[in-house]
């Protein structure tokens, strides 16, 4: 890091030391049924504390690396046009992921019979 990099990230670590920590709440599901909803996401919110900025200055950092990889893909919607294109034998396996903590609402069972068709 050149000492201009040094000097902004220290100027800021300096400035979140007044208040150095990260906010956690709960929030609830209020759309979906069930009392609160059927479950509660726990967010943190560290814009301003201690590590942010470091983060933000890794982030920026390691931005450009990740996107010279050939494998990157900057959305969802390239990744699916990147699997249309793909020609691929009953003998491939491309990956398995258990999506049942990102998505707590959706009935999991029903959900595997469709993607097994």
Same mark, same amino acid.
């Given at each position: 890091?050149?000492?201009?990099?040094?000097?902004?990230?220290? /100027? /800021?670590?300096?400035?979140?030391?007044? #208040?150095?920590?990260?906010?956690?709440?709960?929030?609830?599901?209020?759309?979906?049924?069930?009392?609160?909803? *059927?479950?509660?996401?726990?967010?943190?919110?560290?814009?301003?504390?201690?590590?942010?900025?470091?983060?933000?200055?890794? #982030?920026?950092?390691?931005?450009?690396?990740?996107?010279?990889?050939?494998?990157?893909?900057?959305?969802?919607?390239?990744?699916?046009?990147?699997?249309?294109?793909?020609?691929?034998?009953? *003998?491939?396996?491309?990956?398995?992921? #258990?999506?049942?903590?990102?998505?707590?609402?959706?009935?999991? #069972?029903?959900?595997?019979?469709?993607?097994?068709?």
């Amino acid at each position: 890091m050149d000492d201009e990099i040094v000097e902004c990230i220290r /100027a /800021a670590i300096d400035k979140a030391m007044k #208040d150095p920590f990260a906010y956690f709440y709960v929030m609830p599901k209020i759309h979906k049924p069930g009392p609160m909803g *059927s479950k509660t996401r726990g967010v943190s919110l560290d814009c301003g504390s201690l590590p942010h900025t470091l983060g933000q200055w890794v #982030d920026e950092t390691l931005q450009p690396i990740a996107k010279s990889q050939s494998l990157y893909f900057p959305n969802s919607t390239a990744l699916k046009e990147e699997y249309e294109n793909l020609s691929l034998t009953p *003998s491939h396996s491309l990956f398995i992921y #258990d999506a049942i903590e990102m998505y707590p609402n959706i009935p999991t #069972d029903a959900c595997c019979e469709r993607l097994e068709r």
